[in-house]
């Protein structure tokens, strides 16, 4: 008996089919926005300061943002987080002034730090990069 592969082909064509289709992807979505002080923490931070803010010292020191006095000073983790200092990378090309503003207020009342004055976007402002500042 002669077996004809055009069932199996025309199987295999429309497997293929969707892959010819206009359309992105999964690949083709933007990454979510992390929104509020506490997600951009854990999405930009907490791979090095840890969850619970402590640090860790290892192949390098990571220095505690939990409990840290610098933390009175706004300015001092603004400039920080916009600029960076040796293994500490600047995040002025990744963080919106809004964002920063968001992020220091949260780490200025939270892991035992307890410094309720809140920081505007404007005061990040002099500090960010320009194509972030419209955001
Ligand atoms: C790649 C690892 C890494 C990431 C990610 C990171 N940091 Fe750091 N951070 C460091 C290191 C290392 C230091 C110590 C830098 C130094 O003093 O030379 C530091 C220092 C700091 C300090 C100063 C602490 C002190 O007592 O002087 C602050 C504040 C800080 N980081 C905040 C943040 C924030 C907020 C984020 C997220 C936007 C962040 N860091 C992301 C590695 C990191």
New binding site residues.
Partial sequence: MKRSFLPALAFLAALAAPAFADDPGPGGERPPVPKGGHQ??VF??Q???MADGKGAAGA??????AS?P??GTAV??IN??EKG?????W?SDQ?TPAQVAE??NY?RTNMGNNYPEPVTAEQVLPFSKPPLRER
């Fill in positions: 951009i923490y930009y931070c791979a090095c300061h390098a020191v990571f220095p505690s943002l840290n610098r933390m001092y983790a920080l987080i200092r040796g293994g500490m990378p995040f963080l992020l220091v780490l």
